[in-house]
Each structure stands twice: as structure tokens, then as C-alpha cells.
């Protein structure tokens, strides 16, 4: 521990803006704080007593505590920058001052009358400094002139006999991850999967934040899971993120073409593994320059192009790759495979086909969920993708294979409350089944038919597609998908083949005429 020599000056006045959501530490040292000052004053603008979590996350609140994506009135997209801080400390601060050279409003200040501000903004943070200059108040930086970092603060607050020294930071502010806040709204977070970005204090802060916004427990995982890879690779490297150049993420991509497969046995991830990755380092990089612990973001993005120039690549070009559905011999196999599966699971098989479900919301499915008398099922918006709830339909062999099923179901589990699809098994009996599980089933479907390229969103594309080929506009399609962008939808249109087929239907039947018309002078009049 660093020994610090001196006591805690005297001050004239100090202030403390204090929003009312302050962490427990911070207001019983200031308890302590008030011995060192003449006069002390706490200028208050008290957060919203409501549902902080709902202030927070809306991006037209004050309570914006990282950028947000937001849909502006012209129908751009923009950021909802940071300014509870401005908001909710700097502004009452200023005010505070101008009224104790007694004049209230700014611009009523005499030129030359001002008063001095000491402002503890340590050494690792010195980028806060810039933005503290104000003409009536002339600022100083006493920890900046010592060179003191926050570590060394710390050391030095113990010695004067303060207790636990936490970081001033509003409770509501969904950026930290406070003990206090584990109880109220904190999500978790498996942080024994992302040992690297648990240890970085701003890597977790931001994936903190990722799942407090209510991202999926997958996607949250998929993004630590990146984060952590790219960080290694800094390890290895020696670079550290808040400075890492261009030339390191470029060395990281170029590392994931080059490093084994281990699951396709081949060289270098698959292009959709890499563009999640660095999708997520992006958005990690995005945090940084927020916090302004960075200038720029170093992953570059992808740009459309605007009034005819060429459109702007990003650092990973996009390989699209049509989904594969089988074809009408693989298909037969698959179902004659599924005749020898539990009715469990050919229900399973029929609805991901009929209804052309996620395996997410298929496993989610509750028997209120269905409406046998209108061969509906309800997909609530909690299980799907895009959060948004529509209704999907399920034909005659789902209806009749639902039936058996529910009195099997009955016989075996009673009057069972919960998932749709219940375990057999002798661990989870009579517990919903997981995606897990149905990917195991599905794979065992396509050993024994011998159709390796088989997978549960096969049923869903293969839905998808017999309904372009059955003339269904791609408005139809994506709501019936539960698509929030037609583009998506438009690779069905595409892998349908239906508007190939109207165009070569409409040239052979223009050619056909007119070989028709040369082929009748052959013929002798009669």
C-alpha cells in the first residue's frame, strides 16, 4: 500500500450532487467528508422513484446510461447518447455556484468574477477534464498536479480513516455492476464462461449491460464468448483495447481464417461464426469510445452505397449461403426415419413444419397455446426471435397426432401443467423438454435417414420455401415467419425458384409458339 502523506485540506464549500440513488458507501463518507468543509451543501435532483429499470431503458429518457439504437422522427437510425450525468450532477453543481457569487442566472456573470473549483479527477480518468471548463468557475486539478491515480486515492482516504471508497455512480445507471444492484434488477451473467472479460473491468461492465437490456441468454452468450476470444488474442499480442489499432483487429480476424476447425475438421471458422464475432467486438469497441476511453472505434462497418457511388465493405465480407432443404427423395427418408419415432416426437416434426417454428418456440409451446378447433397455435412473445407474437396453423396429421399424444401424455403424466412436450427421461421426468433435447432427436433423425445435412430449422425452411412456391407474397411469408426484415424472407422467394420458373414457363411457351408456327408449313394444304 502506497503511504500518503498530509492530511485532507479545509474548503470553504463543498458540494455533492446527489441524485438520491447514490451507493450506501458514498453517503457515509460523506458523513466524514463534512469535517473537512466549512460549509457543505447537497444541491438534489432525485432520480425517478418509479421502475428505475423501465427509465433507464427507455432511450427517451435522461436515464441513458450507454448509447442505445433509437428510430429518429425522419426514420433514421441514431444514437440516444449519455446525459443523466450533465442532467443529474453538472448542472445542479453549476447552478450551486453561481448562486454563491450571487448571481443565478449564467449569462448575468461579470466578466472576471468567478471562483475557484478543485475537481478530483485522478490520473486514469483525465479525460473528464476537458469538459470542466466553465467562464465564471476557474478549475484546478489537485490529483492530476500530484499525479495521484484512483488506487493511490484510495490508499490515501484509508489512512485518513474513511471506510469502503466505491465509485460515485447513480444505482439506476444500468453500466455498473453494483452489489446493491443484484438484488433489484441485475441480470445474470455465467461469468466462469468468460474469465478474460470478467477480469477486464469495462468488458464486463458492457456485457453487463448487454444482458440488463434483455438480450437472450444465447445472444448474451455468443457475445461474451467473442469478447473473450478477442481479448486473448490482445493478450497474445500485448495490446490493450482501449489503444489497439486497426492492425490488431485485423490480426484477430485473420487469425480465426487461419486457426483449425475443430468442428468441420478444416481451416478457418465459418464466415457466420466470424461476423457474430466481430459484431460483438464492435459493439464492445462502441462502449469504449461512449466512455471515451477511445477516440474511434477500430472494427470498421460496412456502409450501403449512397447517391450511385460504391457501397463501403466491411472488414468481413458477408458469404450468403441459401439455407439447404431437402429434396423430394431425402424428404421421404426423413419421414420414413420419423416412422419409428415416439408420437412425441412426429408431433414435434409436423408442428416445426406446419406452424415453420424455431426450435426455441417449439419447446416453449404450452397446451394453452393451441386452438385445436381452428387448428391454430399461438406463439407468444416472450418465446419468439423478434419478441413480437403471431399465429401459425397446423394441419390434419398435427391434429390427429396431437390427439394421441395428449392421451398418452395424460395416461402417463396426468394433468401435467407446463411445457407442451414433456421429458421421458429418467432425470428430467415430466419436465419440459429443451432445445437440447430436440436437437439430440433431430440428429438421431438424420443418422438413421441417412441425411447428414438435416437440422431442426431444416422443417422451418422447407416451410418456408413450399410456401413461395405455393404463391404466397413475401409479405405473407415473413408475417407468417415472424420476420422483422423482408430480406430475410426474400431467400425462400429465391430458393422457391417460383419466379425462375414463371420466366423460363412464360420463354418456352413464347418459343414453343413459334416453332409451331414454322413447323406448320410443313403441312400440305388439304
Known amino acids: 500500500m502506497l503511504a500518503c502523506e498530509g492530511a485532507i485540506p479545509q474548503f470553504d464549500y463543498a458540494l455533492f450532487a446527489d441524485t438520491g440513488w447514490e451507493p450506501r458507501a458514498v453517503y457515509a463518507n460523506l458523513k466524514r467528508l463534512r469535517a473537512h468543509a466549512?460549509?457543505?451543501?447537497?444541491?438534489?435532483?432525485?432520480?425517478?422513484?418509479?421502475?428505475?429499470?423501465?427509465?433507464?431503458?427507455?432511450?427517451?429518457?435522461?436515464?441513458?446510461?450507454?448509447?442505445?439504437?433509437?428510430?429518429?422522427?425522419d426514420g433514421s437510425k441514431g444514437l440516444a447518447r449519455r446525459q443523466c450525468t450533465s442532467e443529474y450532477k453538472i448542472v445542479p453543481l453549476k447552478k450551486a455556484a453561481r448562486q454563491l457569487l450571487g448571481y443565478p442566472h449564467p449569462k448575468r456573470v461579470p466578466t472576471g468574477v468567478y471562483a475557484e473549483q478543485a475537481i478530483g479527477i485522478s490520473t486514469d480518468e483525465v479525460?473528464?477534464?476537458?469538459?470542466?471548463?466553465?467562464?465564471?468557475?476557474?478549475?484546478?486539478?489537485?490529483?492530476?498536479?500530484?499525479?495521484?491515480?484512483?488506487?493511490?486515492?484510495?490508499?490515501?482516504?484509508?489512512?485518513?480513516?474513511?471506510?469502503?471508497?466505491?465509485?460515485?455512480?447513480?444505482?439506476g445507471c444500468l453500466m455498473w455492476n453494483l452489489e446493491e444492484l443484484r438484488c433489484f434488477f441485475m441480470i445474470t451473467v455465467h461469468w466462469e464462461h468468460f474469465p478474460l472479460v470478467s477480469q477486464h473491468p469495462e468488458a464486463r461492465r458492457w456485457l453487463q449491460f448487454t444482458a440488463n437490456l434483455g438480450r437472450s441468454p444465447n445472444t448474451v452468450d455468443a457475445y461474451g464468448r467473442s469478447v473473450e476470444d478477442h481479448l486473448a488474442f490482445c493478450l497474445t499480442w500485448g495490446a490493450d483495447p482501449a489503444t489497439a489499432r486497426p492492425d490488431v483487429v485485423a490480426g484477430w480476424i485473420g487469425d480465426m481464417l487461419q486457426r483449425p476447425n475443430v468442428r468441420s475438421g478444416g481451416i478457418g471458422l465459418a464466415n457466420a461464426t466470424i461476423q457474430q464475432r466481430v459484431i460483438a467486438v464492435r459493439s464492445f469497441y462502441d462502449f469504449l469510445v461512449e466512455e471515451e476511453l477511445r477516440e474511434r472505434n477500430p472494427v470498421r462497418r460496412g456502409q450501403s452505397s449512397r447517391h450511385g457511388g460504391?457501397?463501403?465493405?466491411?472488414?468481413?465480407?458477408?458469404?450468403?449461403k441459401a439455407p439447404w432443404i431437402p429434396n423430394e427423395p431425402a424428404w421421404d427418408r426423413i419421414l420414413r426415419a420419423c416412422e419409428h419415432e415416439p408420437v412425441r416426437n412426429r408431433l414435434m416434426v409436423t408442428f416445426a413444419y406446419d406452424g415453420a417454428l424455431r426450435r426455441q418456440e417449439l419447446v416453449s409451446l404450452v397446451a394453452g397455446d393451441l386452438e385445436p378447433a381452428w387448428s391454430l397455435i399461438h406463439l407468444r412473445a416472450e418465446t419468439t426471435k423478434s419478441k413480437r407474437a403471431r399465429e401459425v396453423s397446423f394441419g390434419t396429421t398435427s391434429a390427429q397426432l396431437l390427439v394421441s399424444y395428449l392421451r398418452q401424455r395424460g395416461q402417463e403424466f396426468g394433468r401435467a401443467d407446463g411445457g407442451l412436450f414433456l421429458s421421458h427421461s429418467r432425470r428430467n421426468r415430466g419436465n419440459p423438454l429443451g432445445p437440447a433435447s430436440?436437437?439430440?432427436?433431430?440428429a438421431g433423425i438424420a443418422s438413421q435417414a441417412g441425411v447428414p445435412q438435416l437440422s431442426t430449422h431444416t422443417f422451418r425452411h422447407l416451410r418456408l420455401t413450399d410456401l413461395a412456391r405455393a404463391g404466397w407474397t413475401i409479405d405473407e411469408i415473413a408475417q407468417y415467419a415472424g420476420h422483422r426484415d423482408l430480406s430475410t424472407t426474400q431467400k425462400y422467394i429465391h430458393l422457391s425458384g417460383r419466379e425462375l420458373a414463371a420466366k423460363m414457363h412464360k420463354a418456352t411457351r413464347s418459343l414453343q409458339a413459334d416453332r409451331e408456327r414454322r413447323l406448320a408449313a410443313l403441312v400440305e394444304p388439304w
Open 310 to 320: 460504391r457501397a463501403k465493405q466491411g472488414l468481413v465480407r458477408r458469404v450468403e
Open 38 to 73: 466549512r460549509r457543505f451543501s447537497i444541491p438534489v435532483r432525485t432520480v425517478s422513484a418509479g421502475n428505475i429499470k423501465t427509465d433507464a431503458l427507455d432511450p427517451k429518457h435522461r436515464f441513458v446510461s450507454m448509447p442505445l439504437h433509437v428510430l429518429n422522427t
Open 438 to 442: 430436440w436437437s439430440k432427436i433431430v
Open 127 to 171: 479525460h473528464r477534464a476537458k469538459d470542466a471548463d466553465v467562464r465564471y468557475l476557474r478549475n484546478r486539478f489537485p490529483l492530476l498536479e500530484l499525479g495521484w491515480d484512483r488506487d493511490t486515492c484510495v490508499d490515501y482516504l484509508a489512512t485518513q480513516g474513511f471506510g469502503q471508497t466505491v465509485k460515485s455512480a447513480c444505482l
